[in-house]
Structures are given as C-alpha cells and as structure tokens.
T-cell receptor, first 113, second 116 residues
C-alpha cells in the first residue's frame, strides 16, 4: 500500500514570491506521481505528472515538480506566484499498474497581495 | 483535455430520501470511473471503482447498500445515496479514465450534497 504526506496544511505566500509545496510518498513498488489543484467548490485539475524519464516535470500555470527517488519526494514549485494561484493543492500517487490514486491531505496555498 | 461532467453540482435533500448523482465523460469513453468523498478541508477518500458493465469494487468501510454505483455505459456512471442522513452530507467527486494502462484521470466538478 502507498501513502502520501503533505506536511504543510497551509502556506501563505506574498504575490510574486516563489513557493514550494512539499510532498513525500511511500510505496513498496514504482509509482506514478501527480499534483492536482482544486479551486473552491470545484473538482480537481491536473497540474503535472511524473511517469518516467526526466525527474523535472513542468506543468500548467508555470508550476514544476521534481521527482527525487532517494528522498521519496515530489515537491511542487513555482518561481513567482499570482493571486489566481490561491487554491488547494493535492499530491497523489498510484502504483504502476494500479489505477487507484492515493491523495495527500492537501495544502492550502494563500497568496497575499 | 477530456471533459467529465458531474450533475447536479449541488443538491439538498430531506433525511430518508435518496439522491442520484451522475458522472458523464463527454468526449471519451471511460472504461473505469472512480467515486470519491471529500470532507471539509480534507483530502479525497476513494469510495469505489466501477468498470463499465460490471459491479463496482468498494473500498473498505464503504457501505455498498447505501452508496449504489451503476456504470451501465462507457460514458455514464451514477452514484445513488440511499436513505440519506445528515452525516452523508459531503462533497462527492467522480473521475474517469479512458482505458486500462492510461495514467490520467479526469475529474468532474463535484457535487455538494446537503441532507437536512
């Protein structure tokens, strides 16, 4: 069984400042990794995913994440945030060959004008 | 990207009644659909996985008779909350995959259920 840990439940950041949202996972097998964004009262939108290959993955809205196998991490970063980035961010993992996604508890990103 | 439409987006019902939530894949055939429940300020909890034409597989602790899932076609899955109670009030989200071996799941916009 796999698990996902998002240590930061809330992250306040000033507008145009950089941000990193942390995600660590555990699994006994190789995994796929995902970051999703959820705006209030909406479903989830995929930001980016790591399947294989380059460990640095670029996604939509200027976000990127780096897969670190040795540290079992997949932290999400953006060099300069915007007010519109205010949302809940979820890290998720699935075992390769298993369709189920396991989600972290989410990080609420609040952008301060 | 692929679109998954969930209906209704919100519903209020009386305790003891049943509520049906629909999840449709609009521009692709979804062989597998997933139903999640999200409590306020918490993560998504997988309730069940449904494959078209077969019975849903429920996660441990989810009452099969209370949360009825039907996946009768490749574009439609329904979740029926039977004999709803206030503790069933939650945000329900569906997601769909286009086929086995694919890696991306597309999510509906969610349904907020309030049982009064």
């Amino acid at each position: 069984a796999q698990s996902v840990t998002q240590l930061d439940s809330q992250v306040p950041v000033f507008e145009e400042a950089p941000v990193e949202l942390r995600c660590n996972y555990s699994s006994s097998v190789s995994v796929y990794l995902f970051w999703y964004v959820q705006y209030p009262n909406q479903g989830l939108q995929l930001l980016l995913k790591y399947l294989s290959g380059s460990t640095l993955v670029k996604g939509i809205n200027g976000f990127e994440a780096e897969f670190n196998k040795s540290q079992t991490s997949f932290h999400l970063r953006k060099p300069s945030v915007h007010i519109s980035d205010t949302a809940e961010y979820f890290c998720a993992v699935s075992d390769i060959g298993n369709e189920k996604l396991t989600f972290g508890t989410g990080t609420r990103l609040t952008i301060i004008p | 990207g692929a679109v998954v439409s969930q209906h209704p987006s919100w519903v209020i019902c009386k305790s003891g009644t049943s509520v049906k939530i629909e999840c449709r894949s609009l521009d692709f055939q979804a062989t597998t659909m997933f139903w999640y429940r999200q409590f306020p300020k918490q993560s998504l909890m997988l309730m069940a996985t449904s494959n078209e034409g077969s019975k849903a597989t429920y996660e441990q602790g989810v009452e099969k008779d209370k949360f009825l899932i039907n996946h009768a076609s490749l574009t439609l899955s329904t979740l029926t909350v039977t004999s709803a109670h206030p503790e069933d009030s939650s945000f329900y989200i569906c997601s769909a995959r286009a086929g086995t071996g694919t890696t991306e799941a597309f999510f509906g916009q969610g349904t907020r259920l309030t049982v009064v």
